[in-house]
């Protein structure tokens, strides 16, 4: 298995807990607030340590971070899924 499918496959209960959380109003950002703590701000803070700026310098944008990731690795799995259909072309 390549990379990307072995990234895919670990994703994969992540990605299906997101897309159930979206359709519910809230549903999402109730998903992610039990991983908004002090503890996943410092841990953030530590693997950006790079960057200079102290960045997430709060919960707000720990929030921020942890929805897009969400929706950026379901996106992902949707396209991977997707890819082996081809729609107008022969």
Do not use: Y
Not at 48 to 75: S, T
Request: charged fraction near 20%; include cysteine.
């Amino acid at each position: 298995m390549d990379l990307a499918g072995s990234h895919s496959n670990v994703s994969l209960p992540v990605c299906i807990t997101t897309w159930l959380a979206c359709r519910h109003e809230g549903g999402l950002d109730a998903l992610v607030e039990a991983e908004v703590t002090p503890e996943r701000l410092a841990g953030l803070q530590a693997d950006n340590a790079a960057r200079g700026d102290g960045w997430p310098h709060n919960l707000d944008q720990v929030r921020e971070f942890l929805l897009w990731d969400r929706i950026l690795q379901l996106k992902g799995a949707m396209q991977a899924a997707l890819k082996v259909f081809s729609v107008g072309n022969a």
